[in-house]
Each structure stands twice: as C-alpha cells, then as structure tokens.
C-alpha cells in the first residue's frame, strides 16, 4: 500500500431514536455533511412504539474516524443510544427478484432459489417472483445464478442486524 491510500472497511451501526418525524433526514444529513458514504440503511420500529431503530451500514476508513461519527450521532437529540455491533452479529437483509420464465425453465429457476432457501412469491406466464434472505454475499450468489434466466426486476432492503446473545442495545448503555 502506498502513502496516502487508504483501506476503507464497513461497519454496522445500530441506532435507537425516538420514534419522530424527520430523525431519519437528520441522521442522514450528519452522513452526508461529513462525507461518509451509506453503504446500507434499515429503519423500523422496535418492541418499544416510541422507539425506532435504524441499521446503519457505514464505509469508514479509520477507527478515530469511525469514533467521531458516533459522536456526531449521540448529539441528535433523537439519537438514545448507538452501538457498533460486532463482525459475528446477525444480519439479514431481502432480496426480491422478478426473472424471466416460463413452462420449459421454470423448474430450474424455483431449484436454483431453493438452493439459497429462497422462494416463489408469484408466478405469471413468463415470469417469476422470487424472495430471499440471508447475508449480502449469500443474496448476490443467487442473482448471480439467476443471472442466466434473464433477471427483469430487482429490490432489496437494507441490512437488519442484531447483536448475538441475550445483551440488547438498551443493556449495552449500562455500565
């Protein structure tokens, strides 16, 4: 590696926020002032109704760097609490895919989703719509097989993620 370069690494953030209108733009704004690049991002509400929690995944290219922005998060008033889960924590994310098919290539698609525990969510004439899980790398070989058939259509939402054990986020701001 040369001076100057720079081996930028991503990081999962999960945040906890009140449950208001705009904390998303606000948060998204702090991103976007400090030049850091939104790799994935996932809202959603929690088992609480006043609190929402949004999975941010973050493309940082040093810790101190990466400290300062969680600083820069625990300054919006909306902002509860922000933890950084760790590299072995779950994290799902779901992809939806609609691929070009028809009678003679059907089965062939519906065997390559099951191979990744994906499934059919409609069928039409010439198409088929499946849906999957998993991690991001899981979710891109599947499109990759399916790649062949003709993808017509694609979405796929942010990652989710969670710390593992029995610890929740709310734990992790108790000494």
Known sequence: MGR?????????????????PGVLART????????FNIASLAVGPTENEYLSRMTVVAEVDDAFVLEQLVKQLNKLIEVIKVVEL????????????????DMGNRSQV???????R?????????????????????LQAMLEMLKPFGVIELVQSGQVALGRGSRTITDKARP
């Open 28 to 35: 998204a704004a702090l991103f976007s002032r400090r030049g």
């Open 4 to 20: 100057g370069s720079t081996v930028t690494s991503t990081h999962t953030l999960s945040v906890l926020v009140s449950n208001a």
């Open 110 to 116: 519906i065997d390559t989703v099951s191979l990744f």
């Open 118 to 138: 994906g499934k059919a969510v409609d069928v039409g004439p010439d198409s088929i719509t499946v849906e999957a899980t998993g991690s991001p790398e899981k």
């Open 86 to 101: 760790e590299q072995a924590a779950v994290k799902r994310e779901l992809m939806l895919v609609k691929v070009r098919s």
